[in-house]
């Protein structure tokens, strides 16, 4: 099982940008695909973006489609989320994951990821 570390969050302006990271505990993290959730109190968990374990393929949940932009960097086996134009409804806490199914694509379902990080807080005034 492969640890997870996320941060980058804070407090920012409708309009704002962050940068979220998340660090894996071992190498093997370049074959598995990554993926970003969030929740908000009272609310469920939902998909945010993910990324095949090659980098190849990265899908999005349509809220944040042409804002957010989900990459990794095998050296730093880091996984980052750029997340531009934040409304206030991007307000959570914001998990990343890890399917550890080698060579794994992309996917919209936690129930796919094995591993997850602590979450960090994203809080957007509006």
């Known amino acids: 099982q492969v640890e997870l570390v996320e941060s980058g969050g804070g407090l920012v302006q409708a309009g704002g940008s962050l940068r979220l990271s998340c660090a894996a505990s071992?190498?093997?993290?370049?074959?598995?695909?990554m993926g970003w959730f969030r929740q908000a109190p009272g609310k469920e968990r939902e998909f945010v973006a993910a990324?095949?374990?090659?980098?190849?393929?990265?899908i999005y949940a349509d809220s944040v489609k042409g804002r957010f932009t989900i990459s990794r960097d095998n050296a730093k086996i880091t996984v980052y989320l750029q997340m531009n134009s934040l409304k206030a409804e991007d307000t959570a806490v914001y998990f990343c994951?890890?399917?550890?199914?080698?060579?794994?694509?992309?996917?919209?379902?936690?129930?796919?990821?094995?591993?997850w990080g602590q979450g960090t807080q994203v809080t957007v005034s509006s």
């Open positions: 071992r190498h093997t993290f370049r074959r598995y695909a």
């Open positions: 994951a890890a399917d550890l199914r080698e060579f794994s694509s992309a996917s919209y379902d936690g129930s796919e990821y094995s591993s």
């Open positions: 990324i095949s374990w090659s980098g190849g393929t990265t």
